[in-house]
Nanobody
């Protein structure tokens, strides 16, 4: 059974930084692309970032490009989201996700089959 457990959320002032972590278990982590999505109050869940199973291919949504960085440590079965220069509009629940298929170079939101419970990120102005 796949389990994804996020950590690292919290309250931060605008311009600050946070790093989210997602510990995965249940499948061979290194075989699967991983990603982060977020959902703000009253809005649909949106794609934030994804990383291939090798870690060589990454993609960030335009809204976070240059501020957020996704990475992974296959030895620790963990994917990270470094968030810098945070803005109030980044306030959301952040979800970690895992691709349904193995060995994919990248995954879109529709490709994610497994989700974590989410971690709240609140950015105050």
């Amino acid at each position: 059974q796949v389990q994804l457990v996020e950590s690292g959320g919290g309250l931060v002032q605008a311009g600050g930084s946070l790093i989210l972590a997602c510990a995965a278990s249940g499948r061979t982590f290194r075989r699967f692309a991983m990603g982060w999505c977020r959902q703000a109050p009253g809005k649909e869940r949106e794609f934030v970032a994804a990383i291939s199973w090798t870690g060589r291919n990454i993609y960030h949504a335009d809204s976070v490009k240059g501020r957020f960085t996704i990475s992974r440590d296959n030895a620790k079965n963990t994917v990270y989201l470094q968030m810098n220069s945070l803005k109030p509009e980044d306030t959301a629940i952040y979800y970690c996700a895992q691709d349904r298929a193995e060995f994919r170079s990248i995954a879109a939101q529709a490709d994610f089959a497994y989700w974590g419970q989410g971690t709240q990120v609140t950015v105050s102005s």
